[in-house]
Structures are given as C-alpha cells and as structure tokens.
C-alpha cells in the first residue's frame, strides 16, 4: 500500500471514531507498527492530526465559514455562564480590561461586580450592556463584521496600540495543540492577536467543544492565555497551557 494511502486510512478512520491507537491502525493497514509511527509523525507535523502517546487524535478542521452570533448564543449556554462566571470573578479594582467579543465573553458582563475597573472591547453588544450595567466602557473604533458583531480592520488595530491591558478575556473557535488557539476570519484574528500582545496575563473562555478544532487563522500560542474552561480532554493541552477547570 502507497504512503497517501495509508495517510488517508488513517486520517479516514480518525474523523469517524476520534482516536486510534499505533497497534489498532498497524492491523488495519497491515503495516509494522514502525511504519505507522512515521506515518503519524508525517500527518502531524502537517498539521493533520494530534500524535500522542501510542496513537493519535483527530483534529476537526474547519475552514472560513461561521455561524452568526445569533445560532451561537444559546449553544453550551450553561456551560459557558459558569466559564464565564469565574472569568468575572478575577476582575480587580484598577484592573484596565480587554473583553473580545463572542457569546461566553458576553456571559461575563451579568456576573461582573467590579465598578472600579476599566473596561474596552470591540463587540458592540457588549459595550451597550456594559454602558447599561453602569460600567466605564471604551468600544474601539473599526469596520463592524456583521456574523459576529465585532468591531475590526486596521483603524481597530490602531485603536488598541494606545492600550496596556492588565487582563484580557477572549473567545476562540477552536483549541489546537499543532495550531493553537484559532478563529475563522483573519481581520478578528489579528484584533485578538494584538489584545493578547497588549495583555499582562489573557484569559481563553472555552467550553469543552472547542478543543481539538482547528480553524483558517491562529491568533495566539498555548502558550500565551490561560484556558478557562468547563472540561478539558484528559491527558492533553495541559502541558502546552494553563488550564483552569471551572467545574472542579
């Protein structure tokens, strides 16, 4: 059998079952479990799949499009309330704070206490129920990308520089441990990026769907953000990054 064929077995057999171990994909491709390591380490170092330890995972990629705010809001609510929920919680007096725009960074704004703080973001619903709230909001300034409602493009970028966040809070659409944390449009990509550079410590609000996704444009390293979530996959990303279990 051909090398991309096998490439394709395997990347075949992952996108249907999620995981498969060295042993379980050498008998299916009648191969020496030798040949089946180099072929993992070949389809990761693509980008193509999570190589771990006797095996691989699956990583779903996903390309530019994206759902509209308004399909996104009710999904893992509840899940995300409570991510959302600790978020607020670490919010001090003095704190100047980036919240990106999304729907688990939107859950944030009910649970926030801290009128001390300053706040700056670039979802536009969000400053409207942060003003609301009675809260000191800056919204910065750019083109409005209507399938998020956030604010981006160049005049967004420049807005940021001026800022030196203590703390920033950001959404992601997926959580890759090849491609780090991702997003489907490059313009919100860069806006993300430049909030986590501006940032002392950032923050990644995460629900558990969201790991192992990897979408067009990566906006920052593991490395860089702690993860809030509800649960993380066990046995990975914890040596990549910080990872706060909100359920635990």
């Given at each position: 059998?051909?090398?991309?064929?096998?490439?394709?077995?395997?990347?075949?057999?992952?996108g249907?079952?999620?995981?498969?171990?060295?042993?379980?994909l050498?008998?299916?491709?009648?191969?020496?479990?030798?040949?089946?390591?180099?072929?993992?380490?070949?389809?990761?170092?693509?980008?193509?799949?999570?190589?771990?330890?006797?095996?691989?995972?699956?990583?779903?990629?996903?390309?530019?499009?994206?759902?509209?705010?308004s399909l996104?809001e009710?999904?893992?609510?509840?899940e995300?309330?409570?991510?959302?929920?600790?978020?607020a919680s670490?919010?001090?007096?003095?704190?100047?704070?980036?919240?990106?725009?999304?729907?688990?960074?939107?859950?944030?704004i009910?649970?926030?206490?801290?009128?001390?703080?300053?706040?700056?973001?670039?979802?536009?619903?969000?400053?409207?129920?942060?003003?609301?709230?009675?809260?000191?909001?800056?919204?910065?300034?750019?083109?409005?990308?209507?399938?998020?409602?956030?604010?981006?493009?160049?005049?967004?970028?420049?807005?940021?520089?001026?800022?030196?966040?203590?703390?920033?809070?950001?959404?992601?659409?997926?959580?890759?441990?090849?491609?780090?944390?991702?997003?489907?449009?490059?313009?919100e990509?860069?806006?993300?990026?430049?909030?986590?550079?501006?940032?002392?410590?950032?923050?990644?609000?995460?629900?558990?769907?969201?790991?192992?996704?990897?979408?067009?444009v990566t906006?920052?390293?593991?490395?860089?953000?702690?993860?809030?979530?509800?649960?993380?996959?066990?046995?990975?990303?914890?040596?990549?990054?910080?990872?706060?279990?909100?359920?635990?």
């Amino acid at each position: 059998m051909l090398a991309q064929e096998r490439y394709q077995i395997i990347l075949d057999r992952l996108g249907e079952e999620g995981t498969m171990t060295v042993a379980r994909l050498s008998s299916l491709l009648n191969a020496s479990e030798a040949t089946v390591r180099r072929d993992l380490n070949v389809l990761a170092k693509e980008g193509k799949l999570n190589k771990v330890f006797g095996g691989a995972t699956s990583i779903r990629q996903m390309g530019l499009l994206e759902e509209h705010v308004s399909l996104r809001e009710t999904q893992m609510f509840e899940e995300k309330n409570r991510i959302a929920a600790c978020a607020a919680s670490l919010i001090m007096d003095d704190d100047l704070v980036f919240i990106d725009s999304g729907t688990t960074t939107a859950c944030m704004i009910p649970h926030l206490k801290n009128h001390s703080a300053t706040y700056v973001t670039n979802g536009v619903a969000h400053a409207y129920r942060l003003l609301r709230a009675g809260f000191n909001v800056y919204l910065i300034g750019g083109r409005l990308r209507p399938a998020t409602e956030a604010v981006v493009g160049s005049e967004a970028m420049h807005g940021l520089y001026k800022y030196n966040f203590s703390k920033a809070f950001m959404g992601t659409n997926g959580i890759s441990q090849e491609k780090g944390f991702t997003t489907p449009d490059i313009e919100e990509a860069n806006i993300k990026q430049l909030a986590v550079e501006r940032s002392f410590v950032s923050f990644v609000l995460a629900d558990h769907t969201k790991f192992n996704m990897a979408f067009a444009v990566t906006f920052s390293r593991l490395s860089a953000c702690c993860i809030l979530t509800d649960r993380a996959p066990k046995g990975k990303f914890s040596d990549d990054a910080v990872i706060k279990e909100v359920d635990q």
